[in-house]
């Protein structure tokens, strides 16, 4: 017939006494068996969590939205199971020891389970363990004023049951179920007087205790449920099991939006709009919080643009949700305002007498609540006996926030910032957190009455009370409060705290109170340091439904992801939100397109986007993407890195950019145009724009641009080059004429130009004099890349100069100079037909003592063994910092190596990195190798010897050394 077992030893009276609770339950519950014969309401999953000793005990007596962050958010280690496996147990616990606690928030869903559990069972579907289920809401025992045996409790409330025999109920398969124990009028008392006998009346609060107790029906089964606050006053020694109840899983989230909204596309927009912010995607976990959220969002989001953001925050919400109410009658909804700020703190049930405080009658709250069930709902209980809730505990607390507000706009306005500070002050004084909610809607309602200033000194008072109290979870209560007035609250400060550690108007505090609350606004916003699309999300589709991790992300990589013009409306509202902590965007190679290109310009453009970099390499843009660009950058001064490279911009488009360029609102210090069609004419525009706006560019990339020495002039003319800090023109078609330009620019006092990157031009031995001159003058460079340059001997003779020219400043100028201007750190001459004239020439700077040179790279440059024996004389040189050195493409043979392990057995040699490839080497140089490490074997960590005549096995000698921890040798190629 059904599920459910019989007792072994009464099958037929137990069949009766089921039987009739079968018709009690199916009459309690009809309305809630309809709806689940048409559609099951939670599938009979929950998601809940076992726990003992994971939450601590003092939590308990919190209230349910006390931000405790050291724990907020994190809810991985929530199941999803059976709402059976509740009811599982294996009966061999004590008497003492039976009842199962269920604890959760306001709306998670405590009582909707205990009704689904019922209907489940008088349906016969799927609940073994149960023979008897017996449920109750403490609500309705509060109504029993009068003593009354358990039987008489029972034929109280089932009148089906009138010739019940209470003995046969001590089964370990009958369930008492006591639903809202936070609403019992009657705290539990378990120090009172023990009922053993079903027969002996007692208060109703003292039968309950005993059956918890185990001193009625020792055999029988109890399930509690209770808000946080309450469970604590259960002795943890009367407990089989504690389980916390979460409320919907994302899964039962959506389904749930779904069928508010009918519309799939729909339904994930308002899923991803949830998302934004990390502390509503936590309330909307709670069933009647996503309703009304998702309610709001349907009518915000309609016929709004599909692609983009427009956030909300919880006070505008619920303002929203009432405004759809459109209420006819405001005088009730006056009264209940007063009646929620009256009722602050206390449980979410109104009688009959509660509702009389405000004026409220029984007939006006029903017809009310008939009306507005988001504001007021009704419920009917024993003896008939109506009570009263809001629609949600949340709603009760916005109402009281309006109210307050109310109260205190009533009142002279040179009072209001005083008395907005003792509310803060209350908030910031309660340590159960009940004002968490209520303070967080106050702030909003500021917000849209305009009451109070954004500079009024109230706010200002808060930010100092967040920054005291940042080793208080009350400081993240009034972080979320303030966001709720500005969403961009505090992210200014932090920025000025981070790059400056200035000293604010806010207050003196330390730099401990800053981090511990920069550290808080990182959690509570659930922001993240980079963003990027798993290989399988990579297309427009994919990548819209993780905008609001993008929205918490510093940097975004979205490179090769796929992605085309489709998706830009989207970004571009990323980038225009206040809310969004994005600095970084790259979305190179991708068909983004000059139509997308444009509106995220017009994102950038926007006042709020605080974008530092945007990197767009082969985009598929042209000139007219350029002049979009062009305008945000006059209107987005936060830009400071544009890379444009790999697209085919040309002279036109060049001269687009450079119409923001030369804007003085432009702050542009990285500007990447590689590979992008420009010649001489284009480089033109460029030079007149840095000529008037010349203070900012710090970095410029033109590489493999035909830009020639026409172009490359009219730059170092018009522009200080010496103002760059990087400056990159390979394979630009220069020659040596350019090279007087850029070395001036090197000779000045006042250069700062620290890395140069020329390779792949015919610059000849008389263009690297020039360069050399300017080094000469003044040292400032530590990179300098001229490999394939037609650079021979006797352009080495120059940098030889260079080299020994360091050591010729007299001390009262290098006390003045910084130490790092004098680093040549890399040097790369690859390619250039140097000889070994010209290797011994460099060989011989590696021994100056103040050269700081770190790498050098020497391959392909016509070097012999005849170099050698001077380049490990430098690498042996105890003023040698030499650490990477690639010879790689030279004919050294195993002569030249053998001469260069004498140099590496030394222990002044500090060399990590040695490349030899392709060297016309055998397994001889191996053998010098694995003696030279043996000799000296702290340093060298990668060995490459690609390319030349060595078999695998005659590398076993260095792969010995790999082995042994002696040697920090980690890898051959």
Known sequence: ??????????????????????VALKRKYGKLTEEFNNKPILELGVNHRDFKKEIPEECFLHHEFYLNISNIFIRSDFVYGPVVDLFVCDCYHSASRKTILTVGVGGSGKSTLVQICCVEWAEHRGTPDISCLLPFAFWELNLIKHKLSLVQLLQTFYPELK?????????????????????????????????????????VDVLVTNLIRGNLLPRAHVWLTSRYSWAAHIPDCHLLAKTEL?????????????????DSKMTDRVMDHMRLQKSLDQLCQIPPICTITANVLKNHLKGKDGYKLYPLSLTQIYTQALNLQKTSHPETLSKLKNLALLRFGEENLMYEEDLQKTGIGVEEASAFSRKYPFLLKKERGLHNTSVFRFGHFSVQEYLAASCKLDEIEAKQPSLHTDLCKKLVEEAVHDPLGKYDVYVRFFFGLLKERRLLKPSDRFFLYTKRMVLEYA???????????????DSRAFLSEFEDFLNNGFSSPIGDFSAVHWNLTLGNVRIIDGLQEHFELDAAEKCDEKLLKHLPEMLKSVTATLRFSNLTDRCCPALGSVLSMGESHLRGLDLGYNSITDEGVKVLAEGLSDPSSRLKYLRLQGCGLSARACKYLSAAM?????????????NDIGDRGLQNLSCGLRDPSCRLEGLRLSQCNIEPQGCAHLASALQENPSFLKYLDLSIN?????????????FNLSKLHKLEMN????????????????????????????????LSDKGFQLLCEGIRKWATLTQLKVSRCWINAKGCSQLTKVLCSVMQFPQGAMHHLEWSRLQLIELDLSMNCLEDKGGKAIAAGLKKSLIYLRTLNLSHCCLSDECCDELASGLASSDSRISELDLSGNELQDRGVKKLCVGLKSRSCTLTSLALRCCQLTSKSVTFLVAALKSNPQYLAELHLMGNSIEDSDVEGLLELIKNQKFALEMIE
């Open 706 to 718: 035909p830009i020639r020495d026409e172009g490359a002039v009219q730059l170092s003319k018009k």
């Open 163 to 203: 010739k019940i025999d209470g003995s046969r109920l001590n089964h370990p398969k009958v369930w008492f179920v006591f639903d809202g124990l936070n609403e019992s009028k009657r705290r539990l008392d378990f120090s009172c007087p023990p009922v053993t006998d079903v027969s002996t009346a007692a208060p």
């Open 634 to 646: 006059k209107r987005a001064p936060k830009l400071l890195e544009l890379d444009l490279s790999c």
């Open 246 to 262: 979460e409320g919907f899983t994302i899964s039962q989230r959506k389904e749930h939006i779904f069928d508010i909204i009918g």
């Open 1 to 22: 017939m059904n599920s459910a077992v019989f007792f072994s030893d009464a099958p037929v009276a137990v069949m009766d006494l089921q039987l009739s609770l079968f």
């Open 731 to 762: 394979h630009c078609e220069l020659t040596r004429l350019s090279c007087g330009g850029i070395g001036e620019a090197l000779g000045l006092e006042s250069s700062v130009l620290w890395e140069l990157n020329l390779s792949n031009n015919p």
């Open 471 to 485: 080793l208080s979870d009350r400081s993240v209560c009034l972080l979320l409060s303030l966001r709720e007035y």
